[in-house]
């Protein structure tokens, strides 16, 4: 199975934000992880607006030739900005204000009804629909009754557990074990309900090997680890040492 990266190119967008500047611009980027092997480019615009702008993603549906995939909240303001530029795939993701990141998976058994018809909207209007959650079952059965095509499990928990002093720690070391295993299992029920499944959030060169390697896993979205390293390597470089280490672990399928 061919396993796919989507860089996640929103940090770009932070820092030409912190001056409002002009620079550096999220296309140039785009277009840079692009020729560095990126299956896709995927953006979160944000109700805040705090990195990507609404203009960002026009400008790159404009000239992303590989796949535009959206993170968003399920909001009519999101709905309609999405259904308008017509992404190739929209990831819906729980949002809430303060927030430093997204902090954790829709909870789409709470929300079933408010998906069903996003989800109907923007498959008519040609997008991939995926779902942000948590590896869970519930949520992956909750997940296909939406109508999802895709799901992508947050692995800021794993994430979390190989941080750092974490993972030097028996305890650290277990936890990253049991999200692991977590991973898996919602992974395999995913597939056996025909969804295509993808994975993401605080996943780094050290620790995306393991999940790398989980055979039903084929799409990844990756952003922060992969600019914050760009700042030394450049960003070609830094697109093309995550490719190799996500290819790497999945021969091991
Ligand atoms: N996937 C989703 C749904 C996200 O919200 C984010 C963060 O915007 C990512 C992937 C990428 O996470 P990170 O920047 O930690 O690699």
Known sequence: MTLRLNINIDHVATVRQARRAPEPSVVAAAMMCEQAGADGITIHLRADRRHIQDADLYALRQTVTTYLNVEMAATDEMMLIALDARPDAVTLVAESPNEVTTEGGLDVRANLEQLRVSISRLREGGATASIFIDPDAAQVGAAHEAGAQQVEFCTAAYA??????????????????????????????????????????????????????????????????????????????????????????????
């Open 160 to 253: 979390d557990a190989t941080l750092g002093a974490n993972a030097m720690h028996a305890d650290g070391q277990r936890r990253a074990a049991a999200e692991l295993h977590r991973l898996r299992e919602a992974a395999t029920l995913a597939a056996q309900y025909g969804l295509k499944v993808a994975a993401g959030h605080g996943l780094t060169y050290r620790n995306v090997a393991a999940v790398a390697a989980i055979e039903e896993i084929t799409e990844f979205n990756i952003g922060h680890n992969i600019v914050a390293r760009a700042l030394f390597v450049g960003l070609d470089g830094a697109v093309r040492e995550m490719r190799e280490r996500i290819i790497e672990a999945g021969r091991q399928h």
